[in-house]
């Protein structure tokens, strides 16, 4: 490692991720150390211009340990979820060289470097808008810009799964599955592309955020109380949702919104039936978003009826 000014050096990428809003829901986990879902989900990702984590990671010898701020607070690194995406990122460093900085860090070099990371939120954290998935999503691309990972979109993904499920859904525009998997070391439990940002242009996602307050049960907890309580959760991962995928499949394929919302309301639905089936039961709705939730699905059910089967 050599630079003009060795302990005075600072190396920055700054990287821009959107959140995502499943419309096949990911609930419930086979592995909670390595975040392996029981089904299978589909999301849409966000536009980057409205829902977005902000994050810039910075390494310097000056650095005496790893250090990070969220919308202008420091918080502990100390979790594992984010010591396994930062030992993960670090295992895959390669070397990296600025020659107008006189910087060359080679990769055993990253064994001994640390990271100060800056991340801030445009929109409220932990409060159902899937903050932590962009927020580990953008951790992670940024790391990997930092360090010169290699691997590609899919491959990022299955370690910022690590960090946050949904996050691995975050690194890809447009519509994306989250595949689960059968691996029990998570190998194959990734993100791929279904459709680009440009295909479906016209559908426009509105936002209603009817309380910036954070949630009263987090989803880790949700998760795991489900998991162990819900037998309705069991049915739907093994019974509803594989069918429900690939009808989600081919709406968006076809750009069938009658369908899309159908399907969207329904998991919506039964992801807070899930939730209710749960002991104790948990409720992530209150009156107003009850009142909004199927609205979509009032409106489209009658021109769905005209133009399709049922679902």
């Not at 479906?200 to 989803?219: F, H, N, P």
Request: glycine share 6%; net charge neutral; aromatic share 6%.
């Amino acid at each position: 490692m050599a630079a003009v000014d060795e302990q005075k050096w600072v190396l920055m990428v700054t990287a821009q991720t959107p959140t995502n809003i499943a419309v096949i829901k990911y609930w419930g986990k086979r592995d909670e150390s390595l975040i392996l879902p029981v089904n299978d989900s589909i999301s849409v990702t966000l536009d980057p211009d409205h829902l977005c984590t902000t994050t810039t990671v910075s390494v310097s010898p000056s650095f005496s340990h790893d250090r990070m701020w969220l919308n202008g607070d420091e918080i502990s690194l100390s979790g594992g979820r984010f010591q396994r995406c930062l030992r993960e990122i670090r295992s895959r460093a390669c070397d990296v060289h600025d020659e107008s900085k006189g910087i060359h860090i080679t990769k055993k070099d990253w064994e001994k470097l640390h990271v100060h990371i800056a991340s801030y939120n445009n929109f409220p954290t932990a409060a159902g808008l899937a903050s932590s998935a962009a927020g580990f999503a953008c951790l992670v691309f940024a790391l990997g810009k930092l360090m010169n990972v290699k691997e590609d979109q899919s491959q990022l993904s299955a370690i910022a799964r690590q960090g946050s499920g949904s996050a691995c859904r975050s690194l890809y525009g447009g519509f994306v599955k989250w595949i689960m998997g059968k691996d029990d070391k998570g190998t194959d439990s990734l993100a791929v592309q279904l459709a680009d940002e440009k295909h479906w242009d016209e559908l426009v996602i509105i936002i209603a955020v009817v309380s910036s307050r954070q949630k009263e049960t987090s989803s880790t907890t949700g998760m795991r109380d489900t998991v162990e309580t819900s037998l309705l959760l069991q049915h739907r991962a093994k019974e509803v949702v594989p069918k429900r995928i690939i009808k989600m499949e081919e709406a968006i394929r076809n750009r069938d919104f009658a369908s899309f919302a159908q399907l969207s309301c329904t998991d919506s639905n039964q992801f807070h039936a899930v939730c209710l089936d749960t002991c104790p039961p948990i409720f992530y709705m209150n009156d107003t978003s009850h009142r909004q939730d199927n609205q979509p699905c009032r409106e489209v059910e009658p021109f769905r009826r005209n133009t399709s089967g049922l679902i």
